[in-house]
């Protein structure tokens, strides 16, 4: 049972450059969500999914996109990095959303760097 | 605004009992959670409250008290495992998380 898994778990990139990072769940979770997380702050939310083919922006949006075509994966995409950016990425899951209370399942997160 | 304050580091000894505190102000409540975070690793859910009062379970223990605005994890019989970041994190009205910035716990023998 491998849970939540993000790729890659480390990139460094240049400024300007795109990637796109790949969280896949095998627990046929509703609801994605993508975190990062940077030195004296708490999480926070960019974008998040309620279900398959749809997505919603988070508290720090900007500079991001994501997809969701399957139920199991949710991407997050940069298009053209920026030093901001570097932090560490964060995947969750929940079988819980909107309106209901449920803990959320973690990747172990992608540390990107962009120089 | 919506915000969470818990200390940035503490220190504990093995084998004794801390308490975390957190203190949050949200729009809107309804509940709050309480995540472990190993260093390089991914945060682990450990409680829930939504109720005021105490949740034990094993040798954590979460309390809540909603007029107060305010929580505390209660670690017990601390193991040298325990050193990890310990998040606070408040469900507002929308059913969003507003996390807390997380308190490093160091334990020494």
């Known amino acids: 049972n491998a849970g939540v898994t993000q790729t890659p778990k480390f990139r460094v990139l240049k400024t300007g450059q795109s990637m796109t990072l790949l969280c896949a769940q095998d627990m046929n979770h509703e609801y994605m969500y993508w975190y990062r997380q940077d030195p004296g702050m708490g999480l926070r939310l960019i974008h998040y999914s309620v279900g398959e083919g749809t997505t919603a922006k988070g508290e720090v949006p900007d500079g991001y996109n994501v997809s969701r075509l399957k139920k199991q994966n949710f991407l997050l995409g940069l298009e053209s990095a920026a030093p901001s950016q570097t932090s560490v990425y964060f995947c969750?899951?929940?079988?819980?959303?909107?309106?209901?209370?449920?803990?959320?399942?973690f990747g172990e997160g992608s540390r990107l760097t962009v120089l | 605004g919506q915000n969470i304050d818990q200390p940035t580091e503490m220190t504990a000894t093995e084998g004794a009992i801390v308490q975390i505190n957190c203190t949050y102000q949200?729009?809107?409540?309804?509940?709050l959670f309480w995540y472990q975070q190993h260093a390089g690793e991914a945060p682990t859910f450990l409680s829930y409250?939504?109720l005021d009062g105490l949740e034990e379970k094993g040798r954590f223990s979460s309390f809540l008290s909603r007029s107060k605005g305010y929580s505390y994890l209660l670690l017990k019989e601390l193991q040298m495992k325990d050193s990890a970041s310990y998040l606070c994190?408040?469900?507002?009205?929308?059913?969003?998380?507003?996390w807390g910035a997380g308190t490093k716990l160091i334990i020494k023998p």
């Open positions: 409250n939504v």
């Open positions: 969750a899951s929940s079988n819980k959303g909107q309106g209901e209370i449920g803990e959320l399942f």
């Open positions: 994190a408040a469900l507002d009205s929308n059913y969003q998380l507003i």
């Open positions: 949200t729009s809107g409540f309804n509940g």
